[in-house]
C-alpha cells in the first residue's frame, strides 16, 4: 500500500472519531430536551424494555428538577461538551500531519482505556444501571478501534520515510527555506 493510501486510510479513520467527538459534544448541550425526545422514542417498546425507560424516565426527572433548582449544576455538562469539541480539534493536528502528531491519538487510545475503569468504578458510586455502564462502555469501544487502525498506519508511514524524524530547530533550516 502506497504512503498516500495510508495517509487517506489515517484521515478516514480520524474523521470518524472527530464526527464521533464533534456530535457527543454538541448532543451534550441540550440534554433534557433530547432525554424527552428519547422518552418519546421508546413509547412504543416501554413495556418490553422497563428497566431502560424507568431509567430514562428518572434520568430525564433528574435533569428538569436540577435545571429548575439548582441550574448550576449542569454547567458541568457545559463542560464536558466543550471537552469533546476540544478534543475534536485536537484531532485536525494528526489530519494534517500523522506522524508528527501521532500522540494525539495515541492520547485518544489512552483516553479510550480510561474509559473502562472509569464506568466500571464510578457507575456503581453513582448508582448507574448496568446497562447504562455498557452504553458508556461504548463509547470505548466505538473510538478504539479507529484509532487503532489510524495509528497502524502511521506507524507503517513513519517507517516507510525512514523512522522517527524530529523536527529541525529553526537555526537549522535554511534561510531561503524559512
Known amino acids: 500500500m502506497s504512503t498516500e493510501e495510508r495517509v487517506r486510510r489515517v484521515r ?25 425526545w428519547l422518552l418519546r422514542a421508546l413509547d412504543p417498546v416501554a413495556d418490553r424494555l422497563p428497566a431502560l425507560v424507568a431509567w430514562i424516565e428518572r434520568v ?9 433548582r439548582h441550574p448550576f449544576m449542569l454547567y458541568g455538562t457545559d463542560w ?6 476540544v478534543l475534536a480539534v485536537a484531532f485536525w493536528g494528526p489530519l494534517r500531519d500523522p506522524v508528527r502528531n501521532v500522540w494525539v491519538v495515541q492520547l485518544g487510545m489512552i483516553a479510550c482505556a480510561g474509559i473502562v475503569p472509569l464506568a466500571l468504578i464510578c457507575g456503581p458510586i453513582r448508582d448507574i444501571p448496568w446497562f447504562w455502564t ?6 470505548a469501544v466505538g473510538a478504539f478501534p479507529p484509532l487503532w ?12 520515510q525512514g523512522g522517527w524524524q524530529p ?7 535554511p534561510a531561503d527555506a524559512r
Not at 80 to 85: D, I, P, Q
Request: glycine share 6%; net charge negative.
Open 60 to 68: 430525564h426527572t433528574g435533569l428538569v428538577e436540577t435545571g429548575d
Open 12 to 36: 478516514w479513520w480520524l474523521a470518524v472519531v472527530v464526527v464521533g467527538l464533534f456530535l457527543s459534544g454538541v448532543t451534550a448541550f441540550p440534554l433534557e430536551i433530547e432525554v424527552r
Open 134 to 139: 455498557l452504553v458508556d462502555l461504548s463509547f
Open 149 to 160: 487502525f489510524a495509528y497502524r498506519h502511521i506507524r507503517r508511514i513513519e517507517a516507510a
Open 167 to 173: 523536527a529541525r530547530p529553526v537555526a537549522e533550516v
Open 80 to 85: 464536558l461538551a466543550f471537552a469533546h469539541l
